[in-house]
């Protein structure tokens, strides 16, 4: 089975803080990507990557940067957080091996809390 | 820009009731994944459907794919409170790796 794990389930940070959430796969997955979801929302691309040391921006890039030193990890930051970072962040790992049906495997989520 | 829209947005109902949600779109899907995601978990693949027309079944749930591949609809017969969680359509844009996602159907299955 493909297994997607975050560092954390849940994590309160202060204003102003640096944040990294980690984001490991083990299926030795291409591409990876980090999104936030928000109710009423849904589900909002912020950067993918598709190699190590590739990235991509999504949709919401603004107030995050990433990192792939290594194909199994991708690691989303929030360079100094704010509260309306408050978010649910998961990522998500898919193959370029099967063309057209680029499934995604997510991981259980980092529910994030900004005060 | 592709828009997916998902409804009902809501759905509460008792279980052993039967049910259906839809997914449209407003161009022709490249290829259409249904996703599942329980209260504070992350989606999980339940089907990934290609061709127009196409029936899939996963025991109580039938997956249907509209001829011109811009709808799709979920039926679920007798629901169950573990079929309870947020149900999302996504669609894998033609040559992308990334995946436009509708912003789900929230089911509740009452006891």
């Known amino acids: 089975d493909v297994k997607v794990t975050q560092s954390s389930r849940y994590l309160v940070k202060r204003t102003g803080e640096k944040v990294f959430l980690e984001c490991v796969q083990d299926m030795d997955h291409e591409n990876m990507f980090w999104y936030r979801q928000d109710p009423g929302l849904g589900l909002r691309l912020i950067y993918f990557s598709y190699d190590v040391k590739m990235k991509e921006k999504g949709d919401i890039p603004e107030g995050y940067s990433v990192s792939r030193e290594k194909k199994e990890r991708f690691s989303l930051i929030l360079e100094s957080a704010s509260t309306n970072q408050t978010s649910m962040y998961l990522c998500?790992?898919?193959?370029?091996?099967?063309?057209?049906?680029?499934?995604?495997?997510f991981g259980p989520g980092t529910r994030l809390t900004v005060t | 820009t592709q828009l997916l829209e998902q409804s009902p947005q809501f759905l509460s109902i008792q279980e052993g009731e039967n049910l259906t949600v839809y997914c449209n779109s407003s161009s022709v899907f490249s290829s259409l994944q249904w996703y599942r995601q329980e209260p504070g978990e992350g989606p999980v693949l339940l089907v990934t459907?290609?061709?127009?027309?196409e029936v899939k079944k996963l025991k109580r749930l039938t997956f249907q794919f509209g001829d011109a591949r811009k709808d799709s609809s979920l039926h679920i017969t007798a629901a169950q409170t573990g079929d309870t969680g947020l149900y999302l359509c996504a669609d894998s844009g033609a040559g992308s790796y990334q995946l436009t996602f509708g912003k789900g159907t929230k089911l509740s299955v009452i006891p």
């Open positions: 998500a790992s898919t193959s370029s091996g099967r063309i057209g049906l680029y499934e995604q495997y």
């Open positions: 459907v290609v061709t127009g027309g």
